[in-house]
């Protein structure tokens, strides 16, 4: 058995609550999250995302939160939020470091279960703020991602939020290697990505998605403008690859869970607005994804073929 740990939108900040985002308090509870992973037997921890709220000393706050949380045991796997860019721009090329990252910032890497040789996972991680206008470090980069988010409408019309991401061509390029390689080497593989694809409405409660919900219909999180622009383009390319069986993020606070096409899609609930926390550990076997829900996380069980 695989076993790991997910966290996801801590978003510390020394800032008073807006609505339920208890920004200060985020600290306490990932140190209670961390403490309690630190005690149990799991290969690394995989942070989804938005680790600080934003502002440089926000960031340093909560990296040194997590080099602590080093010191005691856990091992880190950083995936990039789009909360986490904002700070001045020439910061931003500092952040991939200090999260153990190069740019542009996605990166893939092999499980192998000590137990089962036939049970070998590829994770494979994306950016999905590589074109944005806030992770964008120049004048141009901006106009880049300007242009590229005229091109991705929503299902009204309007353009997406800005407080989104696209990946670029070459990104998905890469994607798609990583997944023939996969395939070639008999490996399953789990997509993460900060920014979710998919959910089964059922799982949902916000005002934007309850009379979907009623209806029991799947929601794609890029037609709602609280997903990455291209969203599309990256499940055109997940649909193509049996050996993909899960995609995990974060970035929409309140979690989810759908399955499309065989492929298990979990949202993980925000620790910066889940009352009293929430985080998770996951088991991946040769036929299951299982998550073991924390506090307010739930739990789930996916099985396959």
């Known amino acids: 058995?695989?076993?790991?740990?997910?966290?996801?939108?801590?978003?510390?900040?020394?800032?008073?609550?807006?609505?339920?985002?208890?920004?200060?308090?985020?600290?306490?509870?990932?140190?209670?999250?961390?403490?309690?992973?630190?005690?149990?037997?799991?290969?690394?921890?995989?942070?989804?995302?938005?680790?600080?709220?934003?502002?440089?000393?926000?960031?340093?706050?909560?990296?040194?939160?997590?080099?602590?949380?080093?010191?005691?045991?856990?091992?880190w796997k950083h995936v990039l939020g789009n909360h986490d860019f904002l700070v001045d721009n020439e910061k931003k090329p500092d952040l991939y470091a200090d999260f153990g990252l190069e740019k542009p910032g996605y990166y893939d890497f092999v499980v192998n279960d000590p137990e089962d040789d036939s049970n070998v996972w590829r994770f494979v991680v994306l950016n999905g703020n590589e074109i944005s206008t806030y992770a964008s470090e120049t004048l141009e980069e901006r106009e880049k991602a300007e242009k590229e988010r005229s091109r991705w409408k929503l299902a009204n019309g309007n353009l997406p939020a800005d407080w989104n991401g696209s990946v670029s061509p070459r990104q998905l390029q890469w994607l798609e290697s990583r997944l023939k390689l996969a395939t070639k080497q008999k490996e399953k593989t789990?997509?993460?990505?900060?920014?979710?694809?998919?959910?089964?409405?059922?799982?949902?409660?916000?005002?934007?998605?309850?009379?979907?919900?009623?209806?029991?219909?799947?929601?794609?999180?890029?037609?709602?403008?609280?997903?990455?622009?291209?969203?599309?383009?990256?499940?055109?390319?997940?649909?193509?690859?049996?050996?993909?069986?899960?995609?995990?993020?974060?970035?929409?606070?309140?979690?989810?869970?759908?399955?499309?096409?065989?492929?298990?899609?979990?949202?993980?609930?925000g620790i910066v607005e889940t009352v009293p926390n929430a985080f998770a550990f996951v088991k991946l076997s040769s036929n299951s994804i299982i998550v073991e829900g924390k506090e307010a996380q739930p739990s789930y069980e996916f099985r396959f073929k």
């Open 1 to 75: 058995m695989i076993r790991f740990a997910v966290i996801t939108d801590v978003q510390y900040g020394n800032l008073d609550d807006l609505g339920a985002r208890t920004y200060r308090e985020s600290i306490s509870k990932f140190l209670r999250a961390a403490g309690e992973i630190a005690t149990e037997e799991v290969l690394f921890t995989l942070q989804l995302g938005d680790a600080s709220q934003s502002d440089w000393e926000n960031h340093l706050a909560i990296k040194e939160l997590f080099d602590i949380a080093e010191k005691a045991g856990i091992k």
């Open 190 to 269: 789990l997509v993460c990505s900060h920014f979710p694809l998919f959910a089964n409405s059922k799982t949902l409660d916000s005002d934007r998605t309850r009379l979907a919900s009623l209806l029991d219909v799947g929601i794609y999180y890029f037609n709602l403008g609280v997903s990455t622009w291209n969203g599309k383009q990256i499940l055109d390319i997940l649909d193509k690859y049996p050996c993909v069986k899960g995609y995990l993020a974060g970035h929409l606070h309140e979690g989810s869970y759908g399955v499309r096409k065989k492929v298990a899609h979990i949202t993980f609930k």
